[in-house]
């Protein structure tokens, strides 16, 4: 029982190592995957340092001259808000306008009253004047009879009041159109301060589209000089797989060209992903020789896996073989179409920029006349065992 026991301990022991070591394995390739992501993140054959450098700046760039563009629509947005606040101004400048006419209009009416009221005065006051104040027995001595007195002293009394009664009324005429005066005045002045507020507002606004949409602009010329960099530094690295030759027409029998440049890398068929140059050399085997080829890696590596499987990899081109390449960071494959009678080749090929129908990644291009010294080749139709 006590060895039972311990062979339990034991295979609990490596039972633990065991998944420690598959955690570790996955926890690696886990970290692999997610540095491939971010190779995977740049354009085809942009792997030297001034090329990511560039394509990283025009990212930025790009986002940059996006956020100003955004900021100037929004400040665009506040302008045409202001706009309809200064129209609204206007139209409220034009009704007080109309309103201050109106109120000029009274106030020319009560001039002309308070003309009037100081004309009625005026002849009270002389009237009082030669009239003078008389006591009552002297007015009593000079009346005929006592009706003649009642009336002498309703007379004067009638005048001390409407003399009263006119001064009150231009005083109170005179205070009115004072007010009228001032209040006018303040609708108007009001209306124009907030009009003026609006006004500068907008033009501070205007400054401020044109400033960020000027800034958009040199981000815009930034990102594309930066994309101008990247291109020129992947169309030397895509370069390196020519070795001369003039780009020709070519016969294409893949059978997914239909998706091409469209699906480039999208899913993995024969050979590689789809549209990838390691994708239409497998697919020229199988069409060619039926072989199928399914994980011989990354271009640069098919040279060792073909060595692997028992096939011939010298630096004889030879019609219907696999060339390849192992510069740049993925290396890259083509299909021998043909041996010319100078020794040149004729090549079939995608993913390469350099020969590509479209001038994009992942498309079908084909060249004559390559030097072929450069390349080494995958003999499919002769093996060592």
């Known amino acids: ?11 609990l022991r490596s039972l633990i190592a065991g998944l420690v070591l598959v955690c570790t394995f996955l926890i690696t390739q886990i970290i692999f995957l997610e540095n491939d992501e971010e190779v995977q993140a740049y354009p085809y054959g942009c792997v030297t340092q001034a090329c990511r450098e560039a394509a990283d700046r025009a990212t930025a760039s790009e986002a940059r001259a996006k956020e100003l563009a955004a900021y100037a629509n929004t400040l665009e947005g506040e302008v045409a808000r202001l706009n309809a606040e200064i129209a609204a101004l206007e139209d409220e400048i034009t009704r007080n306008q109309a309103i201050a006419n109106d109120l000029n209009a009274q106030i020319t009416l009560n001039q002309e009253k308070l003309t009037l009221q100081q004309t009625a005065l005026a002849k009270l006051l002389v009237t009082m004047h030669f009239e003078g104040e008389t006591d009552t027995i002297a007015m009593l001595a000079s009346s005929k009879s006592l009706g003649d007195f009642a009336e002498k002293q309703n007379r004067q009394t009638n005048v001390k009041n409407q003399v009263t009664t006119s001064t009150r009324t231009i005083r109170e005429l005179k205070e009115e159109l004072e007010k009228q005066k001032a209040s006018v005045d303040a609708l108007i002045a009001s209306t124009e301060i907030s009009r003026n507020e609006a006004t500068n507002k907008r033009n501070q606004q205007a400054s401020l589209i044109a400033r960020y949409e000027n800034d958009s602009a040199a981000y815009q010329r930034d990102s594309e000089a930066a994309r ?9 690295e895509i370069a390196k797989y020519n070795n001369g030759g003039v780009v020709g027409e070519g016969y294409n029998s893949y059978p997914y060209r239909d998706r091409c440049p469209r699906d480039n890398v999208g899913y993995i068929v024969v050979g590689g992903y789809v549209c990838q140059c390691t994708s239409y050399a497998g697919w020229k085997a199988q069409e060619r020789w039926g072989i199928y080829i399914s994980s011989w890696g990354d271009a640069k590596s098919w040279g060792y896996s073909a060595q692997r499987y028992g096939y011939v990899v010298d630096s004889n081109p030879a019609p219907h073989a696999i060339a390849y390449s192992t510069a740049g960071i993925y290396g890259h494959v083509m299909w021998v179409e043909s041996v010319n009678s100078n020794g040149t080749i004729n090549l079939t090929e995608y993913n390469n920029t350099a020969s590509s129908k ?7 291009g084909a060249r004559y006349n390559v030097n072929p010294y450069l390349y080494r080749y995958i003999h499919l139709d002769q093996r060592l065992w």
Do not use: C, Y
């Not at 101008?228 to 030397?236: D, F, G, L, P, S």
């Not at 479209?358 to 079908?364: E, H, I, N, T």
């Open 1 to 11: 029982m006590k060895m039972s026991q311990k062979h339990k301990t034991i295979g």
């Open 358 to 364: 479209s001038g994009l990644p992942g498309d079908f």
């Open 228 to 236: 101008q960099t990247m291109q020129r530094e992947i169309a030397a």
